[in-house]
């Protein structure tokens, strides 16, 4: 983006400086997970990103000249039926009035008419519920940034609420609940209702979130218009999830069932004509027993940690958040201490408990519960009675390319988020695509998880999304369940005292009086039932045909999450276009 006037009067050094302050604009990917940061520049990223693509979108579709028999105006009437616009969250939201700007201002379409273009080539998915990370922007810096957009937003809101109140005469509340711009001391732009409003299709990732979306966040908007609302259930490509990470397993399978269940997920579910086959069930143990061993050498070859390859290998990878609650495996690994140091002389089974994922760089709750994790597995891993039984392994810079490696070796799968704040989740289904059986929640896909294999073949516990909302209106009280359960107590006495941090005793008070006094996530309400699904988890490891019958069963069942069905409903049901046979590209493999 060399400014070329500043070139031409032989300005060099401005031209570059200018350059320099263009290219800022993609120097940084915010690292949030979850959370919404309202900074200056990542809204111009945003601005940035939506203008190009748009740009594109349009010298595309008038350089194909579509139904236009007359190529210098360019007729827009079917733009509707060449282009979808799919809004993956709100982030690229400002593509419904960057659209209306290029229509009204650019090509001079009455705005009725451009309003019906744009709200049938948009459509928007919704990814999560939690209030702290929907986009609200402040009026003010639209003001600053993108005046002419902030224009084309009210008079889109003004229409919006008119109809509102057509439909509703007289409920002035319901106005103010479904407006595009929310008053107060600090006015802001909310980009989950302009993506609503612009948009022809609104769907969530998992049906339960789908659910969650109709009857909370978007309330009123489902009942204005129940038929825009859908549901589109996350999927994970076989090619990369399967056949790349473990070439193992995808050849067990290959040689009962063939290969075509590499464009064809479900049928998977061929598999259960096998799961009394002996020989099938020692295969998938072998190969399980091998991805162990060879992730054991890595973990070993590139950190210099040494683990037990025969222990069950509990994995718990993901960012860190505390709606994903690492606390409560940490509750449980400490627990399950206390007992070995209680009862050495019981037998345990031996498990090597790994957690992985970034914590985003401003989220200080997020680096405690890192700090924690490592700090206990400091106390447990060099504990000489404790030795092969229990080992604590905090996993470094979790990516795609690690995740590759854990995965296929992974035993247990953690996915014990608080029910109703996991939209979908998909690390749950490259697990269950691996071979490993799940710990969970009734939330996000895991609940279809369940449906595909039977719930009796995961080890599903604690609060339903309806028992945390009857909790909520009881009022959570943690120090209920501290005060009841002495397990509990003694862990929490034990963080409380610097029992895991004795050189700083008073580490983890901040994590403690978040746990007791302000926890949104409702650890405590969920740990009995924890504690008690984990000792199930135990005694059919101990049994290991039983095991792997069970893995079997969730590997048949997966089909179900192949982004290639995802992709279809996405085709069929939002884009209106059949998918046609394409040959499908094989994943690409970046530099590491
Ligand atoms: C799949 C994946 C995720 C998402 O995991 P969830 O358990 O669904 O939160 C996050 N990070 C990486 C590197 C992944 O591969």
Known sequence: MLSLSSVNVGDYIEAVLDRNLAENISRVLYPNDNFFEGKELRLKQEYFVVAATLQDIIRRFKSSNFGSRDPVRTCFETFPDKVAIQLNDTHPALSIPELMRILVDMEKMEWEKAWEITKRTCAYTNHTVLPEALERWPVSMFEKLLPRHLEIIYTIN??????????????????????????????????????????????????????????????DFYEMEPEKFQNKTNGITPRRW?????????GVIAEKIGEDFVT?????????????????????????QENKLKFSAYLEEKYKVKINPS??????????????????????????????????????????????????????????IIKLI???????????????????????????????????????SQQISTAGTEASGTGNMKFM??????????????????????????????????????????????REYYERIPELR???????????????????????NML????????FADYQAYMECQGRVDQLYRKPREWTKKVIKNIASSGKFSSDRTITEYSREIWGVEPSAVKIPPPNIPRD
């Open 311 to 368: 222990s069950m290998f509990d994995v718990h990878v993901k960012r860190i958040h505390e709606y994903k609650r690492q606390l409560l495996n940490c509750l449980h690994i400490i627990t399950l201490y206390n007992r070995m140091r209680k009862d050495p002389s019981k037998s345990f089974v031996p498990r090597t408990v790994m957690i992985g994922g970034k914590a985003a760089p401003g989220y200080h709750m997020a680096k405690m």
């Open 433 to 478: 695509l691996n071979g490993a059986l799940t710990i969970g929640t009734m939330d996000g896909a895991n609940v279809e998880m369940a449906e595909e294999a039977g719930e009796e073949n995961l080890f599903i516990f604690g609060m339903r999304v309806e028992d945390v909302e009857e909790l909520d209106k009881r009022g959570y009280n943690a």
């Open 158 to 219: 003004q229409r919006h609420l008119d109809h509102v109140a057509a439909l509703y005469p007289g409920d002035l509340d319901r106005l103010r609940r479904m407006s595009v711009i929310e008053e107060g001391d600090c006015k802001r732009i909310n980009m989950a209702h302009l993506c609503v409003i612009g948009s022809h299709a609104v769907n969530g990732v998992a049906r339960i979130h789908s659910e969650i979306v109709k009857n909370s966040v978007f309330k």
């Open 242 to 250: 399967l056949l790349l990470c473990n070439p193992g397993l995808a």
């Open 374 to 412: 490592t700090s206990i597995g400091d106390v447990i891993n060099n504990d000489p009675y404790i030795g092969d039984k229990l080992k604590v392994i905090f996993l470094e810079n979790y990516r795609v390319s690690f995740a590759e490696k854990v995965i296929p070796a992974a035993d247990l």
């Open 264 to 288: 064809d997920l479900s049928q998977l579910k061929k598999l259960l004509d096998f799961v009394n086959d002996e020989v099938f069930i020692r295969d998938v143990a072998k190969v399980k």
């Open 516 to 523: 007791m006094n302000h926890d949104r996530f409702k650890v």
């Open 490 to 512: 003694q862990a929490i006495d034990q963080l409380s005292s610097g029992f895991f941090s004795p050189r700083d005793p008073g580490c983890f008070r901040d994590v403690v």
